[in-house]
C-alpha cells in the first residue's frame, strides 16, 4: 500500500532562512503528488502539485518542489522564510493503483518562524 | 465564491446519540471526501465518493456512514458515536481526474462524550 513520509513533526527557522520540509513516498510507480497548507483553524489549501512533466514544480507563496524519482521524494523548499508561513504542512499522494480516488497524507509537520 | 461548506463546525455529544454532519460544495465536483484529522497521524481518508450514487471506503471506514444523493451533498453520519470518533473531520471535493487537488471545507470538531 502507498504510504507518504514526512519528516520531522515540527521544524523551526528564523525570518529570512531557507525553509526544507522533506517528504518521502512509497510507490512502485510515480505517483500524483500534493502539498498542501493548513492554517489554524483552517481548512487544507493546495501549495503545489506535480502531476508530469517538470520535476521542479512551483507553487504559491514562493514555495517550490522537486520531484526526484530515484529517491522516491517531493521535498518542498522555500528561500527565505516569512511570518506568515508559520502553519502545518501536509504531503499527499494520489493512489493511482485505485484509479487515484484514494488520497494518502503524511502525517504533517508544523513550521515554526522565529523573529 | 467557490466553497466547501461543513456544519456544524463544532459538536459536543455523548456515546450512542446518532449525528450528522452535513457537506455542501458548490462547484460541480464530481469526486468528493471525508477525512479525519488526529495529532500526529495526519489526514486519514473515512469515505469518498466519485459521482451520485458512488461511494466507496477509505483507510478508517468503521463506524461511519455516508450517502451521496446529489451531487453537491455528501453529509457524514455516526449511527452511534464513541469516544474514539472524537476527532476534527474535513469534506473536500474535487474533479474526478486523480490529478487534480481537493478543496477542503473549514472543518468539523466533534467531541464524544
Known amino acids: 500500500a502507498q504510504s507518504v513520509t514526512q519528516l520531522g513533526s515540527h521544524v523551526s527557522v528564523s525570518e529570512g532562512a531557507l525553509v526544507l520540509l522533506r517528504c518521502n513516498y512509497s510507490?512502485?510507480?510515480?505517483?500524483?503528488l500534493f502539498w498542501y497548507v493548513q492554517y489554524p483553524n483552517q481548512g487544507l489549501q493546495l501549495l503545489l502539485k506535480y502531476t508530469t512533466g517538470a520535476t521542479l514544480v512551483k507553487g504559491i507563496n514562493g514555495f517550490e518542489a522537486e520531484f526526484k524519482k530515484s529517491e522516491t521524494s517531493f521535498h518542498l523548499t522555500k528561500p527565505s522564510a516569512h511570518m506568515s508561513d508559520a502553519a502545518e504542512y501536509f504531503c499527499?499522494?494520489?493512489?493511482?493503483?485505485?484509479?487515484?480516488?484514494?488520497?494518502?497524507f503524511g502525517a504533517g509537520t508544523r513550521l515554526f518562524v522565529k523573529a | 465564491e467557490a466553497q466547501v461548506t461543513q456544519n456544524p463546525r463544532y459538536l459536543i455529544t455523548v456515546t450512542g446519540k446518532k449525528l450528522t454532519v452535513t457537506c455542501s460544495q458548490n462547484m460541480n465536483h464530481e469526486y468528493m471526501s471525508w477525512y479525519r484529522q488526529d495529532p500526529g497521524l495526519g489526514l486519514r481518508q473515512i469515505y469518498y465518493s466519485m459521482n451520485v450514487e458512488v461511494t466507496d471506503k477509505g483507510d478508517v471506514p468503521e463506524g461511519y456512514k455516508v450517502s451521496r444523493k446529489e451531487k453537491r451533498n455528501f453529509p457524514l453520519i455516526l449511527e452511534s458515536p464513541s469516544p474514539n470518533q472524537t476527532s476534527l473531520y474535513f469534506c473536500?471535493?474535487?474533479?474526478?481526474?486523480?490529478?487534480?487537488?481537493?478543496?477542503f471545507g473549514d472543518g468539523t470538531r466533534l467531541s464524544i462524550l
Open positions: 499527499a499522494v494520489s493512489d493511482i493503483n485505485t484509479g487515484g480516488f484514494k488520497t494518502i
Open positions: 473536500a471535493s474535487g474533479r474526478t481526474n486523480y490529478n487534480q487537488p481537493q478543496h
Open positions: 510507490s512502485s510507480v510515480p505517483p500524483y
